[in-house]
C-alpha cells in the first residue's frame, strides 16, 4: 500500500485517482484543498466536549441538516453551522476530484473528534487504536464502500495512523475464521424477515449477508490479538492543516494518537468504481461463490 501525495491542487489536468483509492492506497493532501476559515478551527479547538457513553465524537448528520453530540446552546447553533460550512465544502472537493463517485453516492455523516485519541479508555469494539476496518451498525451499505475524509485542524501535533495491507489480503486469510460461510449460508432468510418485519413498522436495520460479515470482521480483527501485533503495519503521522482520504472498509487502519481532526463519510456505490472487482464484497463473494448483497 502507499500513501500517495498530491502537492497541487486543484491540478494543471484531471487525474482519476479512483484505481490509487481502490487498490487500498491513501490519498494525501499535505495543505487542505478545501476551504477552512480561521475563526472556524479556532472554534472548534476551544469547543469544551467531554464524550460520554453515547457520542464518541460530534457528528453532524448532512442529509437531514442535524447534530448530535452537544447539548443545545448558543454553542450549538455556532457549531451547526461551522459543521455544515465544513461539509459542504468538503463535499464540493471531492465532487471535482472524484466525479464518477460523485453521480451515485450517498452522503453520510460528518464529524469532529474533539478528544485526544491516545489513551481514551473506550470499549473493544469503539477503540480507534486497534487496526480494524469500519462498518456502521445503524447504516448497512449492502455492498458499496465507505470512503472517508480526514482533517487535521491541530495546532502542533500531527495525527498518527497504522495501516494494515488491504482488505483483499486480509480476507483471503481471516474471512473463514470470521464466519464468512456460516453467514453467506444463512444469509437471505434473516435479510428477508428483517426487511418484513421493517415494513410493518419494527425498529430493525435489514442488512445483507455482507453488512453481517463486515461488523463481523470489525470486531474479529479488534479481538484478534496476534493479528494486531504481527500483522503487516504501515504508519503515517499526518502534520497539521494535511488532509488526507481512503475507503476504510477496504485499508484496515488505527490512530494511535492526535486531536482535533474534522471528517466527512460518503457511501460510494460500487457500480461507480473504476475496478468493480476490488471491492470487498466482490472479493468475499469470489471466496464463499454466493452473493451476498442485493444492493438494491
Ligand atoms: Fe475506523
Given amino acids: 500500500m502507499r500513501f500517495v501525495t498530491v502537492d497541487r491542487w486543484p491540478p494543471p489536468v484531471h487525474v482519476d485517482y479512483r484505481p490509487e483509492l481502490e487498490a487500498g492506497n491513501v490519498l494525501f493532501f499535505p495543505a487542505t484543498p478545501f476551504e477552512l476559515p480561521k475563526d472556524n478551527t479556532n472554534f472548534l479547538r476551544t469547543l469544551n466536549f467531554t464524550g460520554g457513553a453515547v457520542h464518541k465524537n460530534i457528528a453532524y448528520r448532512t442529509a437531514s441538516d442535524r447534530i448530535t453530540g452537544i447539548e443545545a446552546g448558543s454553542r450549538q447553533a455556532t457549531l451547526h453551522a461551522i459543521m455544515r460550512e465544513y461539509s459542504r465544502n468538503v463535499i464540493a472537493f471531492v465532487k471535482d476530484l472524484l466525479p464518477q463517485y460523485s453521480s451515485g453516492w450517498k452522503l453520510d455523516y460528518a464529524s469532529f473528534r474533539p478528544l485526544e485519541e491516545q489513551g481514551r479508555g473506550l470499549p473493544l469494539n469503539k477503540r480507534n487504536d486497534l487496526i480494524h476496518t469500519d462498518a456502521f451498525p445503524s447504516r448497512p451499505t449492502h455492498g458499496d464502500l465507505i470512503l472517508r475524509v480526514f482533517t487535521n485542524i491541530h495546532l502542533s501535533k500531527s495525527r498518527n495512523w497504522v495501516i494494515a495491507d488491504p482488505f483483499p489480503a486480509l480476507a483471503e486469510e481471516y474471512a473463514r475464521a470470521a464466519g464468512l460461510d456460516e453467514i453467506s449460508a444463512g444469509g437471505r432468510f434473516r435479510d428477508a424477515s428483517a426487511r418484513l418485519l421493517k415494513s410493518f413498522g419494527f425498529p430493525v436495520v435489514p442488512r445483507s449477508p455482507y453488512d453481517r460479515f463486515m461488523l463481523n470482521f470489525h470486531e474479529y480483527l479488534k479481538r484478534n490479538a496476534d493479528f494486531q501485533a504481527n500483522c503487516a503495519k504501515y504508519t503515517f503521522d499526518f502534520p497539521p492543516g494535511s488532509t488526507w482520504l481512503t475507503f476504510t472498509d477496504l485499508v484496515p ?44
Fill in 253 to 296: 487502519h488505527s490512530v494511535l494518537s492526535g486531536q482535533h481532526a474534522l471528517e466527512q463519510t460518503f457511501i460510494v456505490s460500487r457500480r461507480s468504481l473504476a475496478n468493480p472487482e476490488n471491492a470487498p464484497v466482490a472479493v468475499l463473494e469470489r471466496l464463499c461463490g454466493r452473493s451476498l448483497a442485493s444492493n438494491d
